[in-house]
């Protein structure tokens, strides 16, 4: 079973993308990085995917990381998506973090949060999965981030 990471950049930066496993790693050929950059305001662009069945372990915890940063290589925003291996698959949780905040986030959700960087730039995330319309029979992670006007909320 795969579950796909999509990303909405609503921002007007071109933004890269890398994919991390801090901790235990999930072997190559059972995630993948689909796009290493997304252009400003370039919706629902899908970046990355983990299969939750081969390479997971029962018990064992595992995290990806999908690091969103600006043309500087600062980050704006990290996805997480962490996995507990269950005897036939894995269960999922989702998260968002960077120097500004650190959301659990946990199940489906959706979360919302938001922060202002050190150049007094306002910013929101929101992040939920759930089966997308027109995408595959499993349950997909969605990220929209966008920077924000004072007093506007996520």
């Known amino acids: 079973m795969a579950t796909n990471v999509y990303i909405n950049n609503l921002t007007p930066l071109t933004v890269d993308l890398t994919v991390t496993f801090p901790g235990n790693s999930i072997a190559a050929g059972d995630w993948g990085q689909t796009q290493t950059s997304l252009q400003p305001f370039d919706p629902a662009n899908q970046v990355a995917w983990v299969n939750r069945d081969v390479g997971i372990h029962d018990g064992e915890s595992y995290t990806m990381l999908v690091n969103v940063n600006d043309s500087s290589g600062n980050l704006i925003v990290s996805t997480n998506l962490g996995l507990t291996g269950t005897l036939l698959s894995s269960n ?5 973090q960077n120097s500004y905040f650190n959301d ?3 199940n489906a959700g959706p979360y919302s949060d938001a922060w202002t960087d050190a150049n007094d730039q306002s910013w929101a995330v929101e992040f939920s999965y759930s089966l997308l319309p027109n995408s595959s029979l499993f349950d ?4 929209n981030f966008f920077m924000t006007t004072q007093g506007q909320q996520p």
């Open 140 to 143: 997909d992670v969605i990220y």
């Open 92 to 96: 999922l949780t989702i998260g968002a």
């Open 104 to 106: 659990p986030g946990g």
